[in-house]
């Protein structure tokens, strides 16, 4: 596709109950980032891929929270167990490696927990 | 945790003016970006400057980096109402391969038409 592409959009789940939200980034880009982005706040950092690798998991809240790219390519954001306070819009974003580059970043998934 | 704090939080500027939004910051960084997000969803990357850059344009937004006083500023001239939306900075950390993103907290502009 054009952009990246997360699903679903909206997700609203019970307290305790397992959810994923899935990311496609763009064809080629190696790196793939996870962030979380509470009401009035900017997004915070959870976990960086390369290639199929988490190159860097310390956003990540707790073991409750994990996630896979295991083709290099489609993520998944894992989240156990979920809470109220994890509701939230994650946010993934992709781009070619090296410093110095845009992130390109999708539309999100609102999590609500209730 | 937040690197960077943008100032002001909220700004309201009527069609026309420039607005005018700050960014601090607080390690050594490789670059610093805007973004802009409307509704609170996907952000859209504006500009990027580099940390031996100093000043940048594109279009009608004009970026400045002072890496001594670890401050940035986002210049839009001539607003639009449609240039309502919140505006992030965001710091590329020099100390690694990691190429992650630290955001302040925004600032939310209103442009009134």
């Known amino acids: 596709g054009a952009g990246v592409s997360q699903t679903p959009s909206n997700k609203v789940t019970e307290k305790g109950k397992y959810v994923e939200l899935r990311c496609d980034p763009i064809?080629?880009?190696?790196?793939l980032y996870w962030y979380r982005q509470s009401l009035g706040q900017g997004p915070e950092f959870l976990i960086y891929f390369q290639g199929t690798g988490a190159a860097d998991d310390s956003g990540l809240p707790n073991d409750r929270f994990f996630a896979v790219r295991p083709e290099g390519s489609v993520s998944t954001l894992k989240i156990q167990r979920t809470e109220r306070g994890d509701s939230a819009v994650y946010l993934c974003?992709?781009?070619?490696?090296?410093?110095?580059?845009?992130?390109?970043f999708g539309q999100g998934t609102r999590l609500t927990v209730v | 945790s937040q690197q960077g704090e943008e100032d002001p939080q909220a700004l309201s500027i009527q069609e026309g003016e420039n607005a005018t939004m700050n960014c601090s910051y607080k390690?050594?960084?490789?670059?610093l970006q805007w973004y802009r997000q409307n509704s609170g969803r996907g952000l859209v990357h504006l500009i990027l400057i580099r940390s031996n850059e100093r000043e940048k344009h594109s279009g009608r937004l004009r970026v400045t980096l002072d890496t001594s006083k670890k401050s940035s500023s986002l210049l839009i001239t001539a607003s639009r109402a449609a240039d309502t939306a919140s505006y992030f900075c965001?710091?590329?950390?020099?100390?690694?391969?990691?190429?992650?993103?630290?955001f302040g907290k925004g600032t939310l502009l209103t442009v009134n038409p």
């Open positions: 974003a992709s781009s070619l490696l090296g410093h110095d580059t845009e992130a390109f």
């Open positions: 965001a710091t590329e950390y020099s100390g690694g391969s990691n190429y992650k993103l630290t």
């Open positions: 064809s080629g880009h190696t790196a």
């Open positions: 390690t050594s960084i490789n670059n």
